[in-house]
């Protein structure tokens, strides 16, 4: 189901020559009517190149002249991502919080150190599925539509908090969708993370609170929403989320993996550096993660039929079929968004899948080709 308001905006943007259809608004889910009447009314922009890595990869000042923090403009767009919020308040990213995938990329590298390989990986993903194919734009928050967690429907301009293809269930610091707001910060959920990182961490956060709080958060999951979804590609997104807070967010000149608590709520809720900030010292990616996830061990899985009732799902990827992460996801969740592909659509979705696969870093995981091979 489609919200009512969201209805609405997508019935005049289809419909009406007058009201555009957003360069940013995603056309996963959009039927071959819609398709053959939005695109012509799109810019059409041939993606370009992923950039690679940092020359340079070392920490520096990155809250610098060049990059003051500055507050919401009116329409500026800002999502789930504590990261690229920041970015985009920093101007690393455009303020507005629309970019294309070479600009995520280089922001990423530039502002937090990400590693380049794991960098293309995650940005080439939530494009897929999140962004405009044609025009080569994604935005990193946007309204949703209200729909089901199950499968994906179309989202109107959803960017990154389009539900259950990347945004997912069992957030630490944002709601499930099933509550209603998929992608604002949540104080009390913030105030559980710093009761775990005083619990564990002695007064800051650090992998071990990760590992703990990352299990919490599962378990409330499945006491309180029954549609709570955790199978891959979230299954792993939550698992290397829990590690970013250490590995971005802390001083390049600290480097001893505890996280201040001031800090973390700078990032998460304020969206902004701390004075003075340096990135990560070294390239960084998921480091931690086996920490993280091997505090708890639970096979990837879902709710059935109410709360309290997890079931596991031996379809999804896990840890030991990593392989299965990037074809199901290719093979199952791009496909059923963009079924019958022609034209231009179906060559940009190629060239993506083409930057994702390379992204996916294993050339031991056979490619595969939803729509042939152009
Ligand atoms: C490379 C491009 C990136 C993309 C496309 C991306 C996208 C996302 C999305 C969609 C979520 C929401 C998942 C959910 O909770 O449902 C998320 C969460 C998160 N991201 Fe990013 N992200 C990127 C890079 C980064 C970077 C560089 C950082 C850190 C500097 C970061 C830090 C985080 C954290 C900490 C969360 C978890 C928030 C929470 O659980 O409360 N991300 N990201
Ligand atoms: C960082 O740069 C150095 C020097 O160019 C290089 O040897 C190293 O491989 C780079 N590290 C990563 C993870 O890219
Ligand atoms: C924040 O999360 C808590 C715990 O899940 C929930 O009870 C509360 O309604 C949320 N607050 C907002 C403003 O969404
Ligand atoms: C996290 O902090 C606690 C308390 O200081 C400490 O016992 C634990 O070893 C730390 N874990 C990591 C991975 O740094
Ligand atoms: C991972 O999934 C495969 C099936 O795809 C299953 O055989 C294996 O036992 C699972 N591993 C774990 C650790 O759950
Ligand atoms: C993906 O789909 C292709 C053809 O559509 C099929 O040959 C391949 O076995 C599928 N792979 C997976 C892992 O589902
Ligand atoms: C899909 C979904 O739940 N979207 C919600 C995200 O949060 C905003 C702001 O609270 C709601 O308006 C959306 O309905």
């Keep these: 189901m489609v919200s009512f308001t969201n209805f609405i905006v997508l019935a005049l943007a289809l419909a009406s020559p007058a009201v555009a259809f957003p360069s940013h608004g995603s056309l996963a889910g959009l039927s071959r009517e819609e398709l053959e009447r939005v695109i012509p009314t799109l810019q059409l922009r041939q993606p370009g190149n992923p950039p690679g890595?940092?020359?340079?990869?070392?920490?520096?000042?990155?809250?610098?002249?060049?990059?003051p923090w500055k507050p919401l403009r009116n329409g500026d767009i800002r999502g789930p991502c504590p990261g690229l919020n920041t970015l985009a308040s920093h101007g690393w990213l455009p303020r507005n919080g629309i970019a294309t995938p070479a600009q995520i990329i280089e922001a990423v590298q530039e502002g937090f150190n990400m590693e380049n390989t794991f960098a293309r990986f995650i940005t080439y993903a939530a494009h897929l599925v999140d962004g405009?194919?044609?025009?080569?734009?994604?935005?990193?928050?946007g309204k949703t539509s209200k729909t089901g967690p199950d499968p994906p429907a179309p989202a109107i301009v959803g960017g990154l908090d389009t539900h259950a293809v990347f945004e997912g269930d069992t957030s630490m610091t944002r709601g499930d969708f099933f509550f209603g707001d998929n992608h604002s910060f949540n104080e009390t959920l913030f105030d559980e993370f710093v009761a775990f990182s005083n619990k564990f961490g002695a007064g800051k956060y650090n992998y071990t609170v990760g590992g703990e709080f990352r299990w919490q958060r599962i378990q409330e999951s499945i006491a309180t929403n029954p549609t709570f979804s955790f199978v891959s590609p979230r299954f792993f997104t939550a698992y290397a989320e829990s590690t970013f807070p250490v590995n971005f967010f802390i001083d390049g000149r600290q480097g001893d993996g505890q996280l201040d608590l001031d800090v973390a709520r700078s990032f998460f809720q304020g969206m902004r550096m701390p004075d003075d900030f340096h990135r990560a010292s070294q390239?960084?990616?998921?480091?931690g993660i086996d920490i993280i996830a091997g505090a708890h061990p639970i096979a990837p899985g879902r709710n059935v039929g109410g709360i309290n009732n997890y079931v596991p799902d031996p379809t999804s990827a896990n840890f030991t079929t990593f392989c299965l992460l990037y074809q199901n996801f290719v093979n199952q969740t791009i496909h059923s968004l963009y079924p019958n592909p022609t034209g231009t659509l179906k060559e940009a979705l190629n060239t993506n899948l083409g930057f994702f696969y390379d992204g996916f870093g294993d050339p031991s995981c056979p490619q595969v080709f939803p729509y042939g091979r152009n």
């Design 283 to 287: 390239p960084m990616s998921a480091d």
């Design 53 to 67: 890595p940092l020359k340079s990869n070392g920490t520096k000042l990155v809250n610098d002249k060049q990059h």
């Design 132 to 141: 405009n194919l044609v025009t080569d734009q994604l935005s990193i928050g």
